[in-house]
Structure formats: C-alpha cells, structure tokens
C-alpha cells in the first residue's frame, strides 16, 4: 500500500513520469477495439485485444515497444487526455482529470493488482486476441463503460 497518496495534491499536470505511469491500473481496457457510430459518435467497446494483450494476464505483451510495433496504439499523455473520450469511468487518469478519487481497488491503494481482477475491472480471462475474431460488431460488450 502506498503511504505518499500524491495522486490526491498533484495535477495530472504536475506528475512527473513515474507518478503518471504509476496510476495506470493495468487493466487492458485500452487495448481493446472500439467502435464508433459515425452519425451518432456513440462508442461501442469490444472484448477483442490487440495483438499484443496478453488475454490471461490482461497486460501488453511489449509495452516498452508497442508503438512501434502497434503504429496506431494510442499513447495516453498529458496533452491528448481531453480528447480521448473512450476511456471507462473507473480509469485513473479519468478519475483524478474529474477531481475524483480513485476506488478501492487500486493497487495504489489496495496494494496489490489482485483487488482489480477480483472486482471484475480487468479483461482478464473475458477477451480474444484479434488475431481469433472475426467481425468486430460481433463482440460489442456492455461490461466496459
């Protein structure tokens, strides 16, 4: 458990890198298709991973790299959080943009990643890799908000 909660008296802003990617949960909804309906911008998520999820562990397979090998990977920083508008209700750097706290489950604060998968916040075990999908319409899920 985390004793300095820094999350609470810094900006997102004023986080240096390691505290920014500290808040990352690790639940891998990022790398999971979306859908977006062109005449009503509503977002539809998907149980289908990238390539490079690991769908029992739930975590990237080459996080360091994904850029490289994902060209189109979307990067969350500082400067492009606003404009994302497809990350769930119970992300950290949504939460703490928001002036909200971060649930219990957080490793920050529970101490541990276990507490996540165990509240069903993590796609571990409830995805399939891109790779064995077909259409992704097929796979619109409603357990990612």
Not at 84 to 104: M, N, V
């Amino acid at each position: 458990m985390v004793t300095d909660r820094y999350w609470e008296n810094l900006s997102l802003q004023e986080m240096n890198k390691e505290q920014w990617e500290a808040l990352c949960d690790r639940c891998g909804r990022c790398c999971l298709h979306k859908l977006r309906d062109d005449d009503t911008n509503e977002i539809y998520y998907t149980n289908v991973a990238c390539w490079l999820l690991d769908i029992k562990t739930g975590q990237c397979s080459d996080y360091c790299h994904r850029k490289i090998r994902i060209p189109d990977c979307i990067q969350l920083t500082r400067k492009n959080l606003s404009r994302i508008d497809w990350l769930p209700s119970t992300c950290a750097y949504r939460l703490i943009a928001e002036g909200k706290t971060l649930y219990s489950w957080h490793y920050l604060i529970a101490g541990n990643f276990e507490a996540m998968h165990k509240v069903g916040i993590s796609v571990r075990g409830k995805v399939v890799s891109e790779h064995d999908a077909g259409e992704l319409e097929d796979y619109i899920v409603e357990w990612i908000d």
